[in-house]
């Protein structure tokens, strides 16, 4: 009777192993990617003073006015209280 260390592994079930490894990896990161942060404007914010805060530069507000250019229109200087601007990581 062959031992079970005798015995090859069955290469199909090896390769699903390590696939199933690495989808479960890069589920994993695409979850934390996933993740959007939001800020809820208020009277007297600017997108500077909104960069500061959340993104800890306020110079990266060009960056936080591109991912949110659609909502906030073709003037960046014009941002509504109440507007919901996303945070870009």
């Given at each position: 009777m062959a031992?079970?260390?005798?015995?090859?592994p069955n290469p199909e079930t090896e390769t699903e192993k390590v696939a199933d490894?690495?989808?479960g990896e890069r589920g994993?990161?695409?979850?934390?990617?996933?993740?959007?942060?939001?800020y809820t404007v208020?009277?007297?914010?600017?997108l500077s003073d909104?960069?500061?805060?959340?993104?800890?530069?306020a110079n990266r507000w060009p960056e936080l006015y591109a991912a949110n250019?659609?909502?906030?229109?073709?003037?960046?200087?014009?941002i509504h209280p109440g507007l919901k601007?996303?945070?870009p990581a």
């Open positions: 031992r079970e260390s005798d015995i090859a490894q690495r989808r994993q990161d695409e979850t934390k990617t996933s993740e959007k942060r939001t208020k009277a007297g914010d600017t909104i960069a500061q805060a959340e993104m800890g530069d250019k659609e909502a906030v229109g073709p003037n960046p200087d014009m601007l996303e945070i």
